[in-house]
């Protein structure tokens, strides 16, 4: 047994983990990350990189189809393979030197293996040959271990071997058919990508609505579009038992409206939700519950942990389960670390360097489905849930020149939620084709608190989708 | 000879004129519009809606062509017969009809004619037919004739009948061959709208760089691109002299580099500047000269003339000879000119709904090549010059994995200006396909003066393209 020190030590090398290390390795501290799967975690291999990597083929001849001229130079269909090939090179054929090359270029120690809390401060890592290395943190130790998906209880589903999102986004070939059961991002995008792909697609929602914590439109046009793809698109539903033929089919039996249906596909997607990845990181020895990781302030750090040294980052403490906003609390996390080991009180104040504000007000989103969802801040009923006196407004985004000249047949929505006390922007959401790309200006406009009489000032450039800006503030009226 | 009063006579109708007339309605004031033209002006039928028009198609299809799964569907060219049709749709067969009962509807009065002001608040409107009606404005007369283009006095031209830039959104048919004489934005976009139709295209630039306001890297990313898709370009260059053979072939004789070359196409444009539109306004019978309109406040309200009844919008003012920046004054305008006729001051102190303050500070262009260059704000050379101590920061936007993912072959750069003393972004520069719908974030963060430590809460989205925006930061510091 190895006995190492750092001044951090890092369990999880997803996106989150390496931006801790990163900010504390610059802010002059030694840090150790742990990880026993894939430095770069999730999001390069299993989630963002690949799903966006396999829906964005799909996007890209939608919109050449979508134009007079371009269209008539489309006369084939997306190449499966092709794409499926520059999935792979995308996930790096699941190969994570170069990640780890990046780290160690960035002056952080890399410890393969699996990390376990064993008392304050100090972190046993089990490689994959069984064997320990105990590593003592002298400041901090940052758990950004992420999240996993949860299977519910449903007689056969175990046996069926269902995907999750890491075959959905892994498989080495097109299903002839799948089912995905769920209805959040996750599913919404994967039944997307599989079909845009060519499999035939049977997509089982619990709720009324897709995209349930986003304004209702969003997930009612994504619906109308998934069913103009061909998706069988089913709400209410409630799945009751899996079934597969050894080496076959599944079937998934569910009930809607008090009938008994079933469907019946080669691969089947469970897109039920995810939990913190805790197991095993021996909060117990701590005596935590798994709960305490997500008991954090605004710096990221576990309530109640006497010394104050454990540090909850990411997926794993239930905030914004985002990389980008796992990534955007690291940066405050490594930062603070690195700012107390100097003496500075580093305090949590909101909107400084040392807290993830936007946590709470300005998480953004993009739903990379056709058309694409792009929210910011809150809801229109999350906000009169909060207590505020808002207006909402909305406007067609196809009556938006920018939009016809994208697009002739454009179809899509934006609203603007305003705080009537404070005359500033609290959320805001777009559905339509290429909205991801403008939603960081209501971001901007959110976080910056920019008042609605400053915002008029803020001219979107003629023509372009950004004019919509503009439309919602005139709907709403000066 | 009729007579007729309103409270706001306006001049010219294009989006400008349609604003402020609008506005001025909504403020309970009575209005008359007069334009000889059509309704909606340059940009309606001969700029914007008809450019990005053509240039649409080439984007969206070499979008699809730079992703591996959609470029093997793509396998015709662009057909450029249809990309004319929709064109003609775009500009509703130069039929102004819907926009006559847009400002119907709204409530202002048309005045068909050419305007011409006679004495203080009266303007003689001479129809087509060349009857004259003469139209008194009780409170103001709004000028918002926009530009027209500059022909340079170079032997021959006049007569070798060059396009400008009518000619070249409203051909009925594709080039062989096109000289483009100019290197500002209307060259490089028709530049390259005929050469994604087919033209074999010859560029005349007179500078060292293209679009010359601009980062030297958004001209050098642009000529890269035209000349990768085939475009001649040459820069440094002096045209000497033009020659048609009757009904032909154009020839333009030009010096470069000492040497004396010539190139002949089947047309010419000329895309050399523009100037405002002030002839025939008889300014000369208020004493004033075709400068004045250039002299105005931020109220856009003409310096110097008794009563202060004289109005000068849109690219007339020269100010910011832009589309949305002609809407923006103009709302201001109209706002103030009907709360004048309340009593109210309406002073233009900066960024109150009076006056136009982003004209000086915050005026965002996008121009539709590929790939697209979007700015706003002050360059870092502007900056300078303007005395602010300012740090400027670059990034590869191919090296942002959103753009990536956009497209496998990703070429681009940012550039984001800081002022070091107020800690605000003052600037912003992006070129690379797709980041017109990106800059808008910028405009925000400009305009609403968010420094830059709050920007830091801004998150983009990952995996899009606006990542970048946390690279520049980043690139920046903390």
Known sequence: MAEHEFDLVVIGGGPTGENVADRAVAGGLSVALVEAGLVGGECSYWACIPSKTLLRPAAALGQAKAVQGSAQAVTGVIDARAVLRRRDEMVAGFDDSGQADWLKGAGVTLVRGRGRITAPRIVEATGPDGATVTLTARLAVAVCTGSVPVLPPIPGLAQAQPWT???????????????????????????????????????????????????PFAGELVAAALREAGVDLRMETETVEVSRVPGGERTVRFTTGGRSESVTAAELLMATGRRPATDGLGLEALGLGTAALADVDDDCRVRGVAGGWLYSVGDVNGRAALTHMGKYQARAVGDTIAARSRGE???PRPWTRWAATADHRAVPQVIFTEPEVAAVGLTEHAAREAGLRVRAVEYDLGSVSGATLFDPGYRGRAKMVVDEDRQVVVGATLVGPGVGELIHAATVAVVGEVPLERLWHAVPSFPTVSEVWLRLLETYGR
Request: glycine fraction near 12%; proline fraction near 4%.
């Open 345 to 347: 009180a580093a305090e």
């Open 165 to 215: 999102n890491r075959e959905a986004t892994a498989a080495e070939s097109v299903p002839d058919s799948l089912v995905v059961v769920g209805g959040g991002v996750v599913a919404c995008e994967l039944a997307w990508a599989w079909r845009s792909l060519g499999a035939r697609v049977h997509q089982l929602v619990r709720g009324p609505r897709l995209l349930a914590g986003n304004e």
